[in-house]
């Protein structure tokens, strides 16, 4: 996966920077996404349920994890999901300012 190339024109006007300030929450969002997707991937091998994509089945585990191996991958999956966590909090804050300034009222929540 390459990396996007975000240009930035010469004179930039309020509207444009806010629109550029929304894309690039939406690519930290995108890699937030692939993060996720790729702790999920982490358990899935320490516990043998990992099907890489066009596999039919599972790969086999060369050596069954431990129950210290599972303990250790659920702490540092846990670790990860905090700090993505509160990623999704700064990206929400920033979402929140920029519908403020152009006055766009928030979405309710669930």
Do not use: Y
Request: hydrophobic content about 50%; aromatic content about 0%; cysteine-free.
């Amino acid at each position: 996966m390459s990396m996007p190339r975000i240009t930035i024109p010469a004179s930039v006007t309020e509207e444009n920077a806010l629109a550029n300030i929304i894309a690039s929450i939406a690519l930290e969002e995108a890699a937030l996404a692939h993060i996720i997707n790729a702790e999920g991937e982490k358990i899935q091998r320490v516990v043998g349920t990992f099907t890489p994509e066009g596999a039919a089945e599972p790969l086999e585990l060369l050596v069954p994890a431990t129950a210290e191996d599972m303990q250790a991958i659920n702490t540092a999956v846990g670790e990860m999901m905090e700090t993505v966590s509160s990623i999704e909090t700064s990206l929400h804050n920033k979402l929140r300012t920029v519908l403020a300034v152009l006055e766009i009222p928030e979405a309710a929540g669930p």
